[in-house]
């Protein structure tokens, strides 16, 4: 999960399953996404999903940060199921769960994915 807003480097890359450009910001979003092209239960994706301030504002606050509720987040992928349901992953790099910052993230999208009802998942990366 990321910050909206911030400066980043822009991977870019045609997908066939999406039939379009998908804009992703590190090399590790980029290998995931090359994976779930292959995918045969992935109709397609979609990379840097924006989070609703409204749902933000339904999400229990125990136990994060107030600057995290009050910042635009985007989820790393918005998954669309060969068989129509939904799903969100949220890729971390293994070291990163050391950090209570990026634990704190990873909370705050499984409280927000969960208000939705969608199904919501960790990648854990290797870097």
Not at 11 to 31: E, G, T
Not at 40 to 46: C, I, K
Not at 65 to 88: C, I, N, P, S
Request: proline share 2%; net charge neutral.
């Amino acid at each position: 999960m990321e910050r909206t807003g911030e400066r980043t480097r822009d991977i870019r890359f045609y997908s066939p399953k999406n039939n379009d450009i998908v804009c992703l910001h590190s090399k590790w979003a980029r290998n995931y996404a090359r994976w779930l092209e292959e995918q045969p239960w992935v109709q397609s994706y979609e990379a840097g999903c924006p989070l609703d301030a409204d749902i933000m504002g339904r999400i229990s606050r125990a136990g994060i940060r107030t600057d995290y509720l009050q910042t635009g987040w985007a989820t790393d992928f918005m998954l669309e199921y060969a068989d129509g349901h939904k799903g969100v992953r949220e890729l971390i790099l293994r070291e990163q769960l050391k950090k209570k910052a990026y634990v704190e993230r990873l909370e705050l999208s499984r409280r927000y994915w969960a208000v939705t009802d969608t199904e919501w998942m960790v990648v854990i990366m290797d870097g």
